[in-house]
Antibody, heavy 125, light 107 residues
Framework: QVTLKESGPGILQPSQTLSLTCSFS??????????VSWIRQPSGKGLEWLAT???????GYNPSLKNRLTISKDTSNNQAFLKITSVDTADTAIYYC?????????????????WGQGVMVTVSS | DIQMTQSPASLSASLGETVTIECRAS??????LAWYQQKPGKSPQLLIY???SLHTGVPSRFSGSGSGTQYSLKINSLQSEDVASYFC?????????FGSGTKLEIK
């Protein structure tokens, strides 16, 4: 059974660094083709993909936030992480992590087949 | 970036009806398209991948079709539990992008 669960600080102030953790079970980030992504959703709004990390440590970032994002993983402990620097109120959102189950025939990551429950992050002074 | 234009933004239909949601990509995405269902207060759940493949456990009244830049999600025999928002997403190329969503209500 695949499960993912996000954790984070809840609330932080503008200009601080947001650190998020995705703890998962039912799969391994050392398995060929497996990736984990971060996606966020401001309240009542749409979904925005942020970053992806794959089993062999390749990474992809959304260019709109690239300079502020760092994704990493701890394969031994079944966790993935996301850091966002210099947050402001626009970063207030629910943050999800999700699994990508494999790659397409060209080696590109596929869809998100399992999602965590999400963690609410509020940026406020 | 590949833009995903989803329509309609909202939809109201009666139980038992068939509804269709459309998604148009700004360029050919070669069937690299998924549909997700998000119920109020919950995380998105995968319905369809590769434009027309049903994810494990998803009822067969959901189906996907399309190719190139035009894709659609059809829900046959609408049930009360289908009240949700629906999002399309392209994974053909980075950055992955989502449609703006369709909110489905029961009339």
């Amino acid at each position: 059974q695949v499960t993912l669960k996000e954790s984070g600080p809840g609330i932080l102030q503008p200009s601080q660094t947001l650190s998020l953790t995705c703890s998962f079970s039912g799969f391994s980030l050392s398995t060929s083709g497996i990736c984990v992504s971060w996606i966020r959703q401001p309240s009542g709004k749409g979904l925005e993909w942020l970053a992806t990390i794959c089993w062999e440590d390749s990474k992809g970032y959304n260019p709109s936030l690239k300079n502020r994002l760092t994704i990493s993983k701890d394969t031994s402990n079944n966790q993935a992480f996301l850091k966002i620097t210099s947050v402001d109120t626009a970063d207030t959102a629910i943050y999800y992590c999700a699994r990508i189950p494999g790659l397409d025939r060209y080696g590109g990551p596929l869809y998100f087949d399992y999602w965590g429950q999400g963690v609410m992050v509020t940026v406020s002074s | 970036d590949i833009q995903m234009t989803q329509s309609p933004a909202s939809l109201s239909a009666s139980l038992g009806e068939t509804v269709t949601i459309e998604c148009r990509a700004s360029e050919d995405i070669y069937n690299g398209l998924a549909w997700y269902q998000q119920k109020p207060g919950k995380s998105p759940q995968l319905l369809i991948y590769n434009a027309n493949s049903l994810h494990t456990g998803v009822p067969s009244r959901f189906s996907g079709s399309g190719s190139g830049t035009q894709y659609s999600l059809k829900i046959n025999s609408l049930q009360s539990e289908d009240v949700a928002s629906y999002f399309c997403q392209q994974y053909y190329d980075y950055p992955f992008t989502f449609g703006s969503g369709t909110k489905l209500e029961i009339k």
